[in-house]
């Protein structure tokens, strides 16, 4: 059964930065693409960011020049470091395997990331 468990959320100033790991079990990781998504309140979840097997990535617009996914397959584990951070990044973070614009696993709990001054 694929868990997905994410980590490093929190409080930060507008500006600031924030790391997220995603612990991933369950799959052979390394084979996977990986995504973070994030649903900002009364919003629709979106993709972010996406790192495939080969390590190419690929993020939203809104993102771009902020955020860097990464990933260690020998830890199963993918990371959002996020710098700058705006009002409009509060939302709780996600990540699961993105395919064909789909998410592939059950997601996991989530965590929350809040932008305030």
């Known amino acids: 059964q694929v868990q997905l468990v994410e980590s490093g959320g929190g409080l930060v100033q507008p500006g600031g930065s924030l790391r997220l790991s995603c612990a991933v079990s369950g799959l052979m990781f390394r084979i996977y693409a990986m995504g973070w998504y994030r649903q900002a309140p009364g919003k629709s979840r979106e993709l972010v960011a996406t790192?495939?097997?080969?390590?190419?990535?690929f993020y939203a617009d809104s993102v771009t020049g902020r955020f860097t996914i990464s990933r260690d397959n020998a830890e199963n584990t993918v990371y959002l470091q996020m710098n700058s951070l705006e009002f409009e990044d509060t939302a709780v973070y996600y990540c699961?395997?993105?395919?064909?614009?789909?998410?592939?696993?059950?997601w996991g709990q989530g965590i929350q990331v809040t932008v305030s001054s």
């Open positions: 790192i495939t097997s080969g390590g190419s990535t």
């Open positions: 699961n395997a993105p395919s064909g614009g789909r998410p592939l696993f059950n």
